[in-house]
């Protein structure tokens, strides 16, 4: 997966905006037909169902964190002026 975010830092207040949340399917070896372990059993086309409904649903997700989890904000622990801060993912 690939999420992409915008964050800024204002008041000890952390404003996140996620920009991309998506599969990431690498051009170079292409989209498998087939997942690695089929304990389930699925069939090709129910794998693409899979892959395309769980893409939808990353969509709603970055809609969610945007509109509900991160609308105010997230409040620092601490001063970010008393020390130095980075994010990484």
């Known amino acids: 997966m690939v999420t992409s975010a915008k964050v800024k830092s204002e008041n000890d207040i952390v404003y996140v905006t996620l920009l991309k949340n998506k599969l990431f399917i690498d ?5 498998s037909t087939e997942p690695m ?8 086309n129910e794998y ?8 939808f649903f990353q969509n709603y997700l970055k809609k969610w964190f945007n ?3 991160f ?3 997230i409040a620092f622990p601490y001063n970010p002026q008393e020390l130095y ?5």
């Open 85 to 89: 801060t980075q994010l990484e993912f």
């Open 48 to 55: 693409r169902e899979f892959i395309s409904s769980f893409g």
């Open 71 to 73: 609308k105010n904000g």
């Open 27 to 31: 051009n170079q070896y292409g989209q």
């Open 37 to 44: 372990r089929n304990s389930m059993q699925m069939t090709s």
């Open 67 to 69: 509109n509900v989890y």
